[in-house]
């Protein structure tokens, strides 16, 4: 049980309390299940907002809840597997240090011996460019582009454990570490320096030579495009087209969709027989605007409680965010949205046989279509044993 009050349990860093006062009419004790509709299991949205301060009633109901409402328990915020570790621990602490010290060491005329150097280096131009954007924080890594409101995790997507900043997609990923690693006669120590980009390069500059400075520049520009192509290739192990399940199965495709105007998620699903035959559909709009990894486990969760109505034993699951599908399939249920998860596991265990697995995004346009028509009507609905009119025309698969 978790006390609204006392508990740490906000995603509200530093302190991760409540900090709204205590109302006159609540409860000597009141726990966080008292905001709980226990019939929706959504969150109260009335009572949320007469309790708590216009920002904080925001900030809980864009937290997504699990259906079934699992116990509670704590996790580490550090990492996406919500387990402590001594590595993210150090990275948590390295970004609370790293602005001081490139606020000492990357800004006013520290950095003009660089300027002035780099423009005489035997580099490309590109890789100049390349080097101005590392020194002023504007590489698109994905702790950057989730600042910028773009709909992402901000974590690594090679390593899938530590946010990726320029430092981390650079020298402290496991590849990086391991490239710079094989410069034996590095003038500084680059694996294990908790410096930025800037700082580095100044301190290669005053301790090393111009090709110093040159091979540095350049093997972080190679790493940085080898980093971008690894990072696009598509997965081989996905289905590159939408097929029927077998005899006696039934598959469930489920899509979420998040927007940065701020207005409501929206989920997708649909459920097909052997044959093709669509046995049930829905669109839903959700309660809040949540992460989009939030909205996918969400639609996945509403795509097992629909299968469960319609009464069928048997299912196979399709969606086209890969992490979720690992995720689940590996049983990794830390992390921010990890009571989900853990909620959706358990929901399959009564099922017969079930199976979880990755699909193209062109292959799941149904319950991407469905998605959207909960977004743009603003309404949920179901349908059962036909399929959505908007849908009639789409047919991945016709039957012999």
Known sequence: MIHVWEDRWMPTPSTYKVISPLPHNFDDFPMVSALIDPDTKCWNADLVRRTFLPFEASTILNMPLNFSLPDDKMIWIGNKKGMFTV???????????????????SSGNSCSPLWRKMWHLNILAKVRIFAWRCCMNALPTMQNLRIRGVNTDGYCPICDQCLECTSHALFRCDIPRSVWG?????????VNSSWDFSSLALQILSKGSTHDLESF????????????????????SQASSWTPPPPGYYKINVDGASSEDGRPSNIGVIIHDSNGRVMAAMCKLLQACYPIEAVEAIAIENGILLAQEIQVSKIIIELDALNIVQSINSKQLGGEFGHILHGILLSLDHFCCWKLQHLKRDCNRDAHNLA????????SQVWIGMPPPLLQHLRYYNPP
Not at 87 to 105: D, H, N, Q, R, T
Not at 218 to 224: D, F, M, V
Not at 229 to 234: A, D, K, L
């Open 87 to 105: 590595k993210s621990a150090y990275y948590i602490a390295l970004s609370i240090a790293e602005p001081s010290l490139s606020g000492e060491s």
């Open 182 to 190: 094989y410069w034996k006669n590095c003038p500084i120590d680059l």
């Open 217 to 236: 520049l350049i093997t972080a520009w190679l790493l940085w495009l080898n980093r971008a192509i690894s990072s696009t290739i598509p997965p081989k």
């Open 372 to 379: 959207a028509f909960a977004r743009s009507s603003g309404t």
